[in-house]
């Protein structure tokens, strides 16, 4: 909120008759009647603490834990595509992409004299740049981020974790399509003989069934 120089009396809607003292008024519509957490006339959020403290309530590792909590097995699949592309991950996904954002805010554009707050916080942004990798989500937005601050000193240290987590992730999808690609006798895919084996095994179990069925009755 912007300071004004001289007290400013005006009359309050709710309280027509009476006059009320303002020393600051809202940066959005220039009202004055302003209280520490928010303008009466607009609705503009005042004091919004939205950075925290380390390993507090906001932080990116409570969002982990409360992920963790409710969607326990979504952890335990994390490997697979089809559990990575549902609706609660893209949801986790995209809150960890604003409080990586968030942090990208006070890295950039605050002076914290509290070092070793800041060092906190930096762990932080680095382990949101593996969570969202580990859950494959895109790393382009994390740089979208980072390159608001390419000029500040701490850009090339985020900047070298997200160009490892890059190479890393181009590496294991590399491995990825030369397995997948390997033939055996130069015709038959692994896909396509795991899709094989699969096939005769629900062959072999449906006769199984059938037998015992057979035998019972």
């Known amino acids: 909120m912007a300071n004004v120089e001289k007290n400013i009396k005006s009359t309050d809607p709710l309280r027509p008759f009476a006059k009320i003292k303002a020393k600051k008024q809202c940066p959005k519509c220039s009202s004055v009647f302003v209280t520490k957490k928010e303008c009466e006339s607009c609705g503009y959020q005042f004091w919004v603490d939205l950075l925290g403290s380390p390993f507090g309530a906001r932080s990116f ?3 982990r834990d409360e992920f963790q909590h409710r969607y326990t ?3 335990r699949f994390s490997f ?3 559990v990575r592309k549902g609706s609660e991950v893209k949801k986790y996904h995209r809150s960890l992409i604003k409080r990586f954002e968030i942090l990208c805010g006070y890295f950039f554009n605050e002076f914290d004299e509290d070092k070793e707050r800041r060092k906190l916080f930096l762990f932080e ?4 740049m593996n969570e969202v990798n580990l859950w494959g989500g895109s790393l382009s937005q994390l740089w979208l981020m980072l390159e608001k601050g390419e000029k500040h000193p701490l850009f090339q240290n985020l900047s ?3 160009k490892n987590l890059e190479q890393s992730r181009t590496s294991k999808v590399s491995l990825r399509d030369h397995f ?3 033939k ?3 015709t038959l895919t692994l ?3 795991t899709k094989i084996i699969l096939g005769l095994s629900a062959v072999v179990m449906a006769a199984f069934l059938l037998m015992k069925v057979l035998l019972t009755t």
């Open 184 to 186: 055996l006798y130069g």
């Open 180 to 182: 997948l690609g390997l």
């Open 61 to 63: 590792f409570n969002i």
């Open 191 to 193: 896909p396509f003989i």
């Open 80 to 82: 697979l595509e089809s």
């Open 125 to 128: 942004a680095q382990e949101i």
């Open 160 to 162: 070298m974790n997200l």
């Open 73 to 75: 097995w979504l952890y």
